[in-house]
């Protein structure tokens, strides 16, 4: 398989939290070498507005992830008309990287169990491999191979192919939540404590969530 295999971390980020970046720094242990793409949504299709601009949560993005020189923040998403879908997303991305590259979509469990509603569901599989994330609470086990994803008996099988085969990682890393993140803000807390300190005053600054410098 040729060229450094890319993984997609897609999400509303609203805002970037610590469970995020442990989530990226677990897919970068597991595919070592990998790119990171960490895509904010700008017009999600299953859920309600983001609360944050999308700007301002590509910003936290930026600024969670600053010092990690293979992660970049790709902006296509806000860039595109129209509801946010990943299948658009993943055939823009397959069509730079090309037919060969190993292309990881990220999700957490949660986002994993509501796939069979995606948008053009049946062509993910055949874009990008799915990295899934564990996240505590959640035993349900989505129809992966219904979906067209055959499962891999380690993770490295999906750097021999370039899509098609998915990885469930066995336990969660981090318990962190945006929504739990935009409660505490809400409930005047500047800093709660899965919070980039870089983001948390990011947040004070602009006064996001109803937050308020204190
Ligand atoms: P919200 O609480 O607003 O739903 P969130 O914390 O789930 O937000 P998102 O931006 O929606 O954050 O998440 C982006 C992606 O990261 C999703 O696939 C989500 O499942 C995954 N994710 C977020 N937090 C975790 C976590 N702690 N562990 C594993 N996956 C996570």
């Given at each position: 398989m040729s060229g450094v295999a890319q993984l997609v971390y897609g999400g509303t980020?609203?805002?970037?939290?610590r469970g995020h970046r442990a989530c990226a720094e677990q897919a970068c242990a597991l595919f070592e070498g990998a790119v990171l793409r960490l895509i904010p949504c700008?017009?999600?299709?299953?859920?309600?507005?983001?609360?944050?601009?999308a700007e301002h949560r590509a910003r936290m993005l930026e600024l969670a992830f600053a010092?990690?020189?293979?992660a970049h923040v790709d902006r296509r998403e806000m860039r595109r008309a129209g509801p946010s879908y990943t299948v658009d997303t993943l055939r823009a991305l397959r069509a730079e990287f090309g037919s060969e590259v190993p292309m990881i979509l990220m999700l957490g469990i949660d986002a994993a169990v509501g796939l069979?509603?995606?948008?053009?569901?049946?062509a993910l599989a055949r874009l990008s491999h799915l990295l899934v994330l564990q996240r505590p609470g959640i035993d349900a086990v989505p129809p992966y191979a219904q979906l067209g994803w055959s499962e891999a008996a380690a993770p490295e099988e999906l750097l021999q192919s370039a899509c098609g085969r998915i990885w469930q990682t066995p336990a969660p890393v981090s318990s962190a939540s945006s929504t739990a993140i935009r409660a505490a803000l809400g409930e005047?807390?500047?800093?709660?404590?899965?919070?980039d300190p870089g983001v948390a005053a990011y947040i004070v600054r602009h006064q996001l969530y109803g937050a308020h410098g204190g």
């Open positions: 980020f609203d805002p970037v939290h700008a017009d999600p299709p299953h859920r309600r507005r983001p609360q944050a601009s010092d990690w020189p293979a069979p509603s995606w948008h053009e569901t049946e005047g807390e500047c800093s709660p404590v899965d919070l």
